[in-house]
């Protein structure tokens, strides 16, 4: 059974950080790209990062570049989500999500064959 799991979610003020966390598993993360989403309230969900199969190559959002990082811990088949520089603009549902092909570039919502049930993330001003 394949399962994605977040964590790490909260609120902070703005310029601070966080750290989510998405613990996956029932499938072979080196067959699959991960990537992280957001949906804020009344836009629709966005791709804000994704790791290549095997967690060589990240792609990030233009909104995002330079202030998130993700990465991929084999020995925890954990991806992670630092968050640096937040803004209020990224207060949103945060979503991990698996795609079943890598296609060298941020996957979109509908490439995604997997997702987990999402943490919220608040930035206050």
């Known amino acids: 059974q394949v399962q994605l799991v977040e964590s790490g979610g909260g609120s902070v003020q703005t310029g601070g950080s966080l750290r989510l966390s998405c613990a996956v598993s029932?499938?072979?993360?080196?067959?699959?790209?991960l990537g992280w989403f957001r949906r804020a309230p009344g836009k629709e969900r966005e791709g804000v990062a994704t790791?290549?199969?095997?967690?060589?190559?990240?792609y990030y959002a233009g909104s995002v570049q330079g202030r998130f990082t993700m990465s991929w811990d084999d020995a925890k088949n954990t991806t992670n989500l630092q968050m640096n520089s937040l803004q209020p603009e990224d207060t949103a549902m945060y979503y991990c999500?698996?795609?079943?092909?890598?296609?060298?570039?941020?996957?979109?919502?509908?490439?995604?064959?997997?997702w987990g049930q999402g943490t919220q993330v608040t930035v206050s001003s």
């Open positions: 999500a698996a795609g079943a092909a890598w296609v060298g570039r941020v996957l979109r919502r509908q490439e995604i064959a997997y």
């Open positions: 029932g499938f072979n993360f080196n067959k699959y790209a």
């Open positions: 790791i290549s199969p095997g967690g060589e190559v990240q």
